[in-house]
């Protein structure tokens, strides 16, 4: 089975400074991978998601993440974060029709 | 922009009680999905429906919930008799495929006291 896990359980950063949340997965067949955000009492919003082709994707509120088959990470960046991109960060993985796993998450801590 | 509806956002419960949460998936979904999260955690999968009939239940403790989705819309979460560590943010969630993603609602935080 599929499963993912996320590298850094908290991330503090100042303001305008880039950042990267790292995230690797373990398959033995082609996934679907995703970035989810969660606010304070919300419930997670899709940031961006990786299917196939390109290896780079470009998502919502400025955030990109890379797809690199050979260390099986997707790793999401932001070249500069605002206070508002404070928020709990979650990695997943999906096989098709299957259902999709959470790694436990980053906690993105932005700083004036 | 459709929405997946949760009810209610909060509910506190004493042990022992019974206790219900309500999910209708934006329309023309057929896979739905409830999630359990515990604080600090990622979400969990409990169960997930095609339509009517549940795909994947394993991760369901059955001895006290049960879920259900009569019409293939709408669907309830019950825990009966619900236990301190049932504590948790429960999230419902929809899809046309996973190919595109879930949309995840709101959640209902239950606290058992």
């Known amino acids: 089975a599929q499963s993912v896990t996320q590298l850094d359980s908290q991330v503090p950063v100042f303001e305008e400074a880039p950042v990267e949340l790292r995230c690797n997965y373990s398959?033995?067949?082609?996934?679907?991978l995703f970035w989810y955000v969660q606010y304070p009492n919300q419930g997670l919003q899709l940031l961006l998601k990786?299917?196939?082709?390109?290896?780079l994707v470009k998502g919502i509120n400025g955030f990109e993440a890379e797809f690199n088959k050979s260390q099986t990470s997707f790793h999401l960046r932001k070249p500069s974060v605002h206070i508002s991109d404070t928020a709990e960060y979650f990695c997943?993985?999906?096989?098709?029709?299957?259902?999709?796993?959470f790694g436990a998450g980053t906690r993105l801590t932005v700083k004036p | 922009e459709a929405e997946v509806a949760q009810s209610p956002r909060y509910k506190i419960t004493e042990k022992s009680q019974a206790v219900a949460f309500w999910c209708d998936p934006i329309s023309g979904h057929a896979t739905l999905y409830w999630y359990r999260q515990i604080l600090g955690q990622g979400p969990e999968l409990l169960v997930q429906?095609?339509?009517?009939?549940?795909?994947?239940d394993s991760q369901l403790p059955k001895d006290r919930f049960s879920a259900e989705r009569l019409k293939g819309v709408d669907s309830t979460l019950k825990i009966q008799p619900a236990e301190l560590g049932d504590s948790a943010m429960y999230l419902c969630?929809?899809?046309?495929?996973?190919?595109?993603?879930?949309?995840f609602g709101s959640g209902t935080r239950l606290t058992v006291v």
């Open positions: 969630a929809s899809s046309l495929d996973t190919f595109y993603g879930y949309t």
């Open positions: 990786y299917l196939s082709g390109s290896t």
């Open positions: 997943a993985v999906s096989v098709r029709n299957n259902d999709m796993r």
């Open positions: 429906f095609q339509d009517e009939s549940v795909v994947d």
């Open positions: 398959s033995s067949v082609s996934v679907y």
